[in-house]
């Protein structure tokens, strides 16, 4: 049996990524995904950031706010950033190091695996085909919906963030959203863990 975690979404939640790396490393994960958004929002940007980039076993995707980081803030400002967020941002970046960007930067924009012969799909969520990052939000995605959003996945598994409630659906593959690791009630820190059989199941 192979045994892999999933967290997303850590948004700079120092405890909340020292909760689920603690529980996924005593559920000896093969290795653990992280599906974008390490930073942005929480307090502790460059802490996350270190701990998160020296486990031995965590490999990861691009989200919005890593983009953000490694490529730059769009110029100018767009309408829908507020300016809190924009100072927030720009704060965040100052706390970083020229290393962790150039890490940050080769983050691939998904992950595609086989995984004792199910393919098991990890990003942060459907590039929008029009150019300019993600896709829009589909709140409260039905399984339709997400066949529509993840219809160039080849996955029979799906593993997605972004959106920061929990959510397992069911459509032409199983989508897994874990919730976010670091933007949830007080106490909660999210993660998934995926096991696959030798035979597949």
């Known amino acids: 049996m192979r045994t892999i ?28 995904v992280h599906t974008g958004d390490a930073i942005g929002i929480g307090p502790h940007p460059a802490e996350c950031l270190e701990l998160l980039l020296k486990h031995p076993r965590l490999h990861f995707v691009m989200g919005n706010h890593d983009e953000w980081f490694a ?17 927030h941002q720009r704060w965040t970046h100052r ?37 300019g990052g993600f ?10 919906d997400l066949d529509g959003l993840f219809r160039g996945s080849q996955g029979e598994v799906v593993f997605y963030g972004h959106h920061h409630p ?11 959203n874990p919730g976010a690791l670091g933007c949830n009630a007080p106490g909660q820190a999210r993660f998934a863990v995926l096991s696959i059989e030798a035979d597949g199941t």
């Open 5 to 32: 975690g999933i967290i997303t979404d850590a948004h700079a939640n120092l405890p909340a990524v020292q909760a689920a790396l603690a529980a996924l490393d005593a559920e000896r994960c093969e290795f653990v």
């Open 166 to 176: 929990r959510s397992d659906a069911q459509g032409r593959a199983r989508y897994v």
């Open 71 to 87: 490529n730059g803030l769009p110029d100018p400002q767009p309408a829908w950033m507020s300016d809190e967020e924009w100072l």
């Open 135 to 144: 896709a829009p939000i589909v709140r409260d995605p039905s399984a339709a």
């Open 95 to 131: 706390q970083l190091t020229p290393g962790m960007r150039e890490a940050v930067a080769r983050w691939p924009v998904a992950l595609e695996l086989d995984v004792n012969g199910v393919g098991v799909v990890f990003c942060h969520y459907p590039r929008d085909p029009a150019g």
